[in-house]
């Protein structure tokens, strides 16, 4: 069903359903890479749907879906494993609010969606960042500057890559399909 013309319930039940199979996806990519976990921590199949579930739905489910896909994904399957997932939902979760809000106001141009994409990136990795130190802090550790360069940049090379060429190809062909519906 193409997005144009659609009735606002219409919009977010669309929206609710779109949102579902992004946390559907959440829970199922990672058993792509699964078998070998560096792979799998390299290029972070969990954090794609919440980036295009900000990008397709917009910030609030984009944030939800965020939030709740490491916490369900331990739940079910333990893995991430706490407190790791518990960082992750807020990483996430700025991915998809900021990944949203930033589509929603920017241009609708080519350019949007990497600006979008980039921003939500570096914002959920601040986050994760700021939380684990926190975390770290109340645990009355240390959670050094280097450690995070580690882990939000370094580690994360393969993941950065990977997200900022599949992501745009899909959400282009989401438009173009007529199916976005943070527009």
């Known amino acids: 069903m193409k997005t144009e013309n659609i009735t606002p319930a219409r919009k977010s039940l669309l929206k609710l359903i779109y949102s579902a199979i992004f946390l559907a996806l959440a829970m199922v990519l990672p058993f ?3 078998q070998i976990p560096e792979i799998g921590a390299a290029l972070s199949p969990l954090h794609i749907p919440a980036l295009l579930c900000g990008l397709v739905c917009g910030w609030p489910w984009g944030l939800a879906v965020g939030f709740v896909a490491p916490l369900l994904r331990c739940a079910a399957f333990g893995m991430p494993m706490m407190p790791g ?17 930033l589509y929603k106001l ?4 080519v350019w949007a969606i990497y600006a979008s994409l980039i921003s939500a990136m570096v914002a959920g990795r601040v986050v994760w960042g700021i939380v684990r130190f926190i975390f770290a802090g109340l645990q009355h550790t240390t959670f050094p500057f280097s450690a995070f360069l580690a ?4 580690d994360a090379v393969p993941g950065i890559v990977l997200h900022i ?7 282009l062909a989401l438009k173009k399909a007529k199916l976005m519906l943070n527009e």
């Open 165 to 171: 060429v599949l992501i745009p190809i899909i959400v």
């Open 85 to 101: 997932a518990g960082f992750m939902a807020f990483e996430m979760a700025t991915y998809g609010a900021v990944a949203g809000l």
């Open 151 to 154: 882990g939000a940049v370094l």
């Open 32 to 34: 792509l890479t699964g």
């Open 106 to 109: 920017l241009p609708k141009k």
